[in-house]
């Protein structure tokens, strides 16, 4: 697909990495369908784009209403990026039935509604690319982003049967796996952490101390925070080399440290592992 132009749907186009994944991509001179899930969000997607639509990826209705209206002004779409997620932080005993149904329903349930809605699209059109945005979580469990990494591993999982289901009709299934990336996605997962977590019961101690190194690395920075951080044109830039490439790997880690921690992983014995996770909390 390297030399053609593409008609690309991008869902969580109003920041961050989605932002950067719809400029760049129509800097490569693809035509883009910008999606976000409020007429509000609409007005800070790319101007770029050659479509701005509304797409809330937990209204199978409103993913339906977006890819008619794509298909009906450009034709079929080649390829989709689903991109739209967020991040449940929080002690796993904690984050209740509706918290823990909400993370699904965006990473998980509505990567893979959009994912049904666009793939008889890339079907009509012979073929195309579906880029699925995972994370280093999706392969790394930490404490406190349970059901987060919960979520991508989900992700993880029914993009690898994607692609081999996909395969004989010219579709291809790529993962993206960034690390720690310096965008808002840190301090909304933060919005939504009810104080009483940080200040009462039997975890606030250690989680709140996971919160303060978490926001000290996001904000502060230094030598070794900048070192491990990437930045969403990075990602962004990862994305649409995996949309052009001829013969796209199964998986782009995006930073040294989603390269690293994975490796870590699967070396270390589980013991140790977890040791070393609950020291760097001060248990």
């Known amino acids: ?128 690319r579906i880029v699925n945005l995972s994370s280093m979580f999706g392969q790394v469990t930490v404490p406190y982003h349970g059901v987060y990494c919960a979520s991508k591993y989900a992700i993880e999982a029914l993009s690898d049967a994607l692609r081999m289901e996909l395969k004989e009709f010219g579709i291809d299934v790529v993962l993206i796996e960034p690390g720690w990336i310096k965008t808002p996605f840190l301090k909304t997962a933060n919005s939504l952490i009810p104080d009483e977590w940080q200040q009462e019961g039997v975890y606030a101690t250690k989680f709140k101390r996971f919160l303060e190194r978490s926001v000290e690395m996001d904000e502060k920075g230094g030598k070794v925070a900048d070192a491990l951080m990437g930045t969403p044109e990075q990602v962004a830039g990862i994305v649409v080399r995996a949309l052009e490439a001829k013969r796209p790997s199964e998986r782009y ?27 760097s909390l001060g248990a």
């Open 253 to 279: 880690p995006v930073t040294a440290m989603a390269k690293l921690l994975p490796l870590m992983q699967k070396m270390m014995p589980t013991g140790l592992w977890d040791t070393m996770q609950n020291k």
């Open 1 to 128: 697909m390297s030399a053609e132009k593409q008609t690309i749907l991008i869902t969580g186009c109003s920041s961050g990495i989605g932002f950067q994944i719809a400029t760049i991509a129509a800097e490569h001179g693809h035509t883009i369908v910008a999606t976000a899930p409020t007429e509000a969000l609409l007005a800070d997607v790319p101007e770029t784009a050659a479509m701005k639509l509304v797409l809330d990826v937990t209204d199978a209705a409103s993913i339906a209403a977006a890819v008619k209206a794509a298909e009906e002004q450009l034709g079929s779409l080649t390829s989709l990026v689903n991109n739209a997620g967020y991040c449940q932080t929080g002690p796993v005993e904690l984050i209740d039935d509706a918290r823990l149904r909400k993370q699904f329903d965006v990473n998980v349930f509505g990567a893979m509604a959009v994912a049904r809605a666009v793939i008889p699209s890339l079907r009509r059109g012979g073929g195309g």
